[in-house]
């Protein structure tokens, strides 16, 4: 793909107009993150540039007001539990309707798209129901059941175009050269599918620690994640002090970079879309 | 004539029919076996709590089987909250679809610092709804960074307001969709295969004909399917809209009106139906779009591998 290759075109004006959308958008995103960064050790900010000055108090007071390592733990938790409950449903289905066709694969493709397409809240106030009638609600296990609703149907659809992209024929010739079904699944296809999966665990990582509507929806008082907690400081605001609530914003982000930094040691944002040729 | 062009789809067609009815049987035993696990959880998880949910609607507290539905639609202040999400879901999955069409097809082909852009992209999405509108608050309030930075540079006397309204609560759905619309497109173009471009380059035609005639024809699917994914996670739009917006004016969206119904009245049966005619909605236009889009679909564009 050599010839494919021009790197004169990095100086056309199209490219420059890519860069300063870039720029803008990592202004905006920027400018809000720094925001909530510089607030939270502000010991007071009124109007200027910055804050008038530092302090580590707010996070000492987020610690002990917001009952920080509970939350933290219970987030890490649910959203562990609910990637490896997905990918471990999501991956054998995926590859099941990436590889054949069936009467009714369209239906039962569309049953699978429905949790993601369909809002969490619109199904998730019936579902946080149900899980209450069952006293499974305001538990750990509720609030997994729940985050996983959304969750396995979305590996799936993350992993189908994976598997796809992956040619048939690798699989039969292994076949043919006298490997397991399982040894060509652990041999041959897991390495090849294995950038679809670390997306897919990923995308359904960061999204269930971002879920706010079905673990609010379904969340008790000691089963709270960090966003649900955020929330309700933020909803409560007038009570505690803004500087408070950006700690405990500064935390929940910092969990989310710390484990996508992690993830993105193995992945390369590029293999997170699928990238066929060149 | 765009019909006759994956050439992928043929030879793959073509592999498959070969395999296939020589061990059929087995096969669609194994495919339903790793099936299973999946469709019982979609029944169990979504499927049954949807239906519950329509049968609690149907059971007011008072009144005959429709009361819920009559009283949402007789409200005008209930009625008025499809409105009020509509007119936030629609402009930031617009403003995202024409920022982000542009900018994947342009970034088909590999640009400098390519990685480092999708790598930037992808941080965003670690904020989350909360945290973005917490976040706003501060930055596009009166005396925030943004509204600084604007009377600096003269473009502004007084500063814009831009939180506590609707406006707010489009940029923070624009911001926090951006991310998934672009990657998702992305991977779309990507994942067209470059030698149809080629071969519509070398048979003579113009960039703009190659967009017009070649790729976005082959896109149409993606962003058929960015724009369904985006406008269902706007118009779920709640923290957001209670935090960034007027909650209870002009972005008091359809999903608080079903909370507030469920958990601040305590009428599960009101808050359900409420929910129901959310999904009727987007169900609607979920279908419009996955319909026009299966018409549309011409098969994978995508070449092979090797």
Redesign the interface.
């Known amino acids: 793909m050599a010839t494919?290759?021009r790197r004169g075109?990095?100086a056309s004006p199209?490219?420059w107009?890519?860069?300063a959308?870039?720029a803008f958008?990592?202004a905006?995103?920027g400018?809000?993150?720094?925001?909530?960064l510089f607030?939270s050790f502000a010991s007071s900010w009124?109007?200027g540039?910055l804050p008038d000055g530092y302090t580590i108090r707010w996070y000492r007071f987020a610690v002990d007001e917001f009952s920080l390592w509970r939350v933290l733990r219970v987030t890490l938790v649910v959203a562990l539990s609910v990637v490896a409950l997905s990918l471990l449903?999501?991956v054998?289905?995926a590859?099941?309707?990436a590889?054949?066709?069936?009467r009714g694969k369209n239906a039962?493709l569309?049953?699978?798209l429905?949790?993601?397409?369909?809002?969490?809240?619109?199904?998730?106030?019936?579902?946080a129901?149900?899980l209450y009638e069952y006293g499974l609600a305001g538990r750990l296990i509720g609030v997994i059941?729940?985050n996983?609703?959304p969750a396995?149907?979305f590996v799936?659809v993350i992993m189908i175009?994976f598997i796809?992209?992956?040619?048939?024929?690798l699989e039969?010739s292994a076949r043919m050269l006298g490997a397991s079904p399982f040894r060509v699944f652990t041999r041959v296809l897991l390495p090849l599918a294995t950038p679809g999966i670390l997306a897919a665990g990923l995308?359904v990582l960061?999204r269930t620690?971002?879920m706010?509507?079905l673990t609010f929806?379904t969340a008790g008082a000691t089963t709270q994640t960090l966003?649900v907690s955020?929330?309700y400081a933020?909803?409560a605001a007038g009570i505690r002090p803004?500087q408070s609530?950006?700690a405990m914003?500064v935390i929940?982000?910092s969990t989310?970079?710390v484990?996508?930094l992690l993830a993105?040691r193995f992945i390369?944002?590029?293999q997170?879309?699928?990238?066929?040729?060149? | 004539m765009a019909r006759d062009l994956p050439i992928a789809r043929t030879t793959d067609d073509t592999a498959r029919r070969l395999a296939g009815p020589r061990r059929g049987r087995g096969k669609e035993r194994l495919g339903l076996l790793l099936l299973c696990p999946a469709l019982l959880l979609v029944l169990l998880l979504f499927i049954y709590p949807l239906f519950y949910g329509l049968r609690l609607s149907l059971q007011p507290e008072a009144g005959g089987l429709l009361t819920n539905y009559s009283d949402f639609f007789g409200d005008d202040r209930e009625r008025a909250t499809i409105g009020n999400t509509l007119r936030l879901a629609l402009p930031a999955t617009l403003i995202n679809l024409a920022v982000a069409i542009p900018l994947a097809y342009r970034m088909r082909r590999r640009i400098r610092g390519q990685r480092v852009i999708t790598g930037l992209f992808v941080i965003p999405m670690t904020l989350g709804t909360v945290l973005l509108a917490q976040g706003m608050l501060s930055f596009f309030g009166p005396r925030g960074w943004f509204n600084k930075s604007l009377l600096q540079l003269g473009i502004s006397d007084d500063p814009i307001r831009l939180v506590h309204n609707a406006t707010g609560v489009v940029i923070s759905l624009a911001i926090a969709e951006f991310p998934v619309v672009f990657l998702l497109l992305l991977g779309f173009v990507s994942g067209i295969d470059p030698n149809l471009e080629r071969a519509a380059q070398m048979l003579g035609a113009g960039s703009w004909q190659r967009f017009r005639r070649i790729m976005l024809p082959l896109m149409i699917p993606g962003i058929a399917t960015a724009f369904a994914l985006s406008f269902v996670a706007t118009f779920a739009v709640l923290p957001s809209a209670v935090m960034l917006g007027q909650p209870a004016g002009e972005t008091r969206v359809i999903a608080l009106a079903a909370w507030q119904a469920a958990y601040e009245r305590f009428d599960y049966s009101a808050g359900s139906a409420i929910a129901i005619i959310m999904a009727g909605i987007e169900l609607l236009v979920l279908g419009v779009v996955l319909v026009g889009r299966s018409r549309l679909y011409r098969g994978p564009a995508t070449g092979g591998k090797g």
Do not use: C, H
Request: proline share 9%; aromatic share 16%.
């Open positions: 494919g290759r075109i990095a199209t490219v107009l890519v860069y959308f870039v958008f990592i905006l995103v400018g809000i993150f720094f925001t909530v607030n009124f109007g540039w449903i999501g054998p289905a590859y099941a309707l590889r054949w066709n069936f039962v569309l049953l699978l429905l949790p993601i397409m369909v809002p969490p809240i619109t199904y998730g106030i019936p579902l129901t149900m059941v729940a996983l609703a396995f149907p799936i175009p796809e992209q992956i040619d048939p024929n039969r995308l960061v620690i971002a706010f509507e929806l966003v955020l929330y933020a909803f803004t609530i950006d914003a929940y982000m989310t970079t484990l996508l993105l390369n944002p590029v997170l879309v699928s990238r066929v040729k060149q």
